[in-house]
């Protein structure tokens, strides 16, 4: 399990003393005992009495740092020029102060920890936004009918879903949104419209942005014109960001109930990304082939995520 140190990232020991030692053997033997790189720990400081240590990165793992005091200063008692007076103890603030715990007190912390982290996982997982996106929609020219249709279908899943509002057709405010429903603690984001070819369509790239390997296949493809046609053809989306889930399904209705009901059992059969998305993606395609076919025009389309 991973933690966050948020800027918590310094300890010290007291009740030590330094003699001609060399600092990053210091430092090493601290890296070493939390099973970090020998270069991700610094020695900051040293005064009598004392020494600061810095941890350059921002997440450590748990089991590495818990409980760890006992085997951070048996390593430093080892090195020549390191004296621990009686009492010497690690310190520090935030997720670092666990160091100090005993090895069993540790590996409760820890448990619950990991018990809890399930738990809120679990509850992220189930919490959904879906957005609707275009300047028709907001100007009250195109019915909504994709939101109203995924909230249900997804409440009906056993979701607790809601409406996000309209995104605008531009891919830095698209992505902000998105992202301030990602820090709202929400673990699916489905946005419907935006996929197509024409310069307003931006949900992919607004997916992109939060998430740069995201799986993003196409539907439909075609030389563009650059007329009405900027971009290479139609494509879906699914990325991730740490735990949650972002999907763009077209905006034609039976396309996005389709796309729909293909995420909502994707996700119930535990499928990953790329699978998710190819998963959608071919039960989108194989409706254009059948509306080509009918149409006396048929494409065959190769699925690929970018």
């Not at 998105?178 to 024409?198: M, Q």
């Amino acid at each position: 399990m991973e933690w966050d140190l948020l800027e918590k990232t310094t300890f010290w020991i007291d009740n030590i003393e330094l003699t001609a030692a060399d600092l990053g053997q210091v430092a090493a033997a601290a890296a070493a005992a939390m099973e970090l790189p020998a270069q991700e720990v610094m020695v900051v400081d040293v005064r009598p009495g004392l020494v600061a240590f810095d941890i350059l990165r921002r997440r450590v793992w748990a089991e590495a740092v818990a409980g760890k005091e006992k085997e951070i200063l048996r390593r430093l008692a080892d090195l020549p020029g390191v004296t621990l007076r009686p009492g010497a103890a690690v310190h520090s603030e935030g997720v670092l102060g666990l160091i100090a715990l005993e090895p069993g007190e540790a590996a409760r912390v820890l448990a619950e920890s990991a018990r809890m982290a399930r738990g809120i996982s679990q509850a992220v997982a189930r919490r959904a936004m879906v957005f609707a996106s275009g300047a028709e929609v907001i100007a009250g020219k195109i019915k909504d009918t994709n939101s109203p249709y995924i909230i249900a279908a997804l409440e009906k899943a056993g979701y607790q879903a809601s409406f996000g509002g309209i995104l605008e057709d531009d891919a830095l405010a698209a992505a902000n949104r998105l992202e301030g429903a990602l820090e709202e603690g929400y673990g699916l984001l489905i946005t419907t419209g935006g996929v197509g070819a024409e310069d307003k369509d931006f949900s992919i790239e607004a997916i992109l942005r939060l998430d740069p390997e995201a799986c993003t296949p196409w539907i439909l493809k075609f030389k563009p014109d650059y007329n009405r046609h900027h971009k290479e053809g139609v494509r879906i989306a699914v990325g991730r960001v740490g735990i949650s889930y972002l999907v763009a399904l077209p905006g034609p209705h039976e396309e996005a109930r389709l796309g729909c009901d293909r995420l909502i059992a994707g996700l119930e059969q535990g499928l990953e990304t790329e699978t998710l998305a190819e998963y959608i993606a071919g039960a989108l395609r194989e409706r254009w082939r059948s509306v080509m076919k009918e149409g006396g025009h048929e494409h065959g389309l190769p699925g690929h995520c970018h």
